[in-house]
T-cell receptor, first 109, second 115 residues
């Protein structure tokens, strides 16, 4: 069964707006990763946040982690049409990752 | 490096036929993962290998599915006999040592359609 559940399932915004996606998980983790998937392509790693970190930045991406609530959020600032994709959180379980259900983001120009 | 290579990119077959999907991981990566993605079930881990040895195949749906990794640069996922419900996109991914503590690199996937 999938450990991560993402919210919302789908999100539509205008270029320039910020997009926030949330991920909830069930068990304790060592780290949480976010991946992006363009239509018809494989997943691409975006960012990893460790369980002892609360916030991490990478370019226009900001990830937060609240281990007490077992949740994480991904914020994309100043979105672009090219950000249109599905975004997945993934939590570690020994050597493997458990992926969430994903959020489909549509950014309109 | 060319990244993770998968073949074929698309496969259309008839129910009952054998299907073999192939994957070449990134050189130097010693973890290899096979996933299946469908609209209904999302992304599911089928099996993963470490140093060519299968570690966890609990995600393999049935005995009709089998996977091998004869060497560090090649893995196959075989479905025999195939059924329409096996239609999905199958991804292979690889990662460096330390497993999930490092990012996984995904191939482009094989879109399988079983008629």
């Amino acid at each position: 069964s999938q450990q991560g559940e993402e919210d919302p399932q789908a999100l539509s915004i205008q270029e320039g707006e910020n997009a926030t996606m949330n991920c909830s998980y069930k068990t304790s983790i060592n780290n949480l990763q976010w991946y992006r998937q363009n239509s018809g392509r494989g997943l691409v790693h975006l960012i990893l946040i460790r369980s002892n970190e609360r916030e991490k930045h990478s370019g226009r991406l900001r990830v937060t982690l609240d281990t007490s609530k077992k949740s994480s959020s991904l914020l994309i600032t100043a979105s672009r049409a090219a950000d249109t994709a599905s975004y997945f959180c993934a939590t570690d379980n020994t050597d493997k990752l458990i992926f969430g259900t994903g959020t489909r983001l549509q950014v309109f120009p | 490096d060319a990244g993770v290579i998968q073949s074929p990119r698309h496969e259309v077959t008839e129910m009952g036929q054998e299907v073999t999907l192939r994957c070449k991981p990134i050189s130097g990566h010693d973890y290899l993962f096979w996933y299946r993605q469908t609209m209904m079930r999302g992304l599911e881990l089928l099996i993963y290998f470490n140093n060519n040895v299968p570690i966890d195949d609990s995600g393999m749906p049935e005995d009709r599915f089998s996977a091998k990794m004869p060497n560090a640069s090649f893995s196959t996922l075989k479905i025999q006999p195939s059924e329409p419900r096996d239609s999905a996109v199958y991804f292979c991914a690889s990662s460096l040592p330390s497993g999930s503590h490092n990012e996984q690199f995904f191939g482009p996937g094989t879109r399988l359609t079983v008629l």
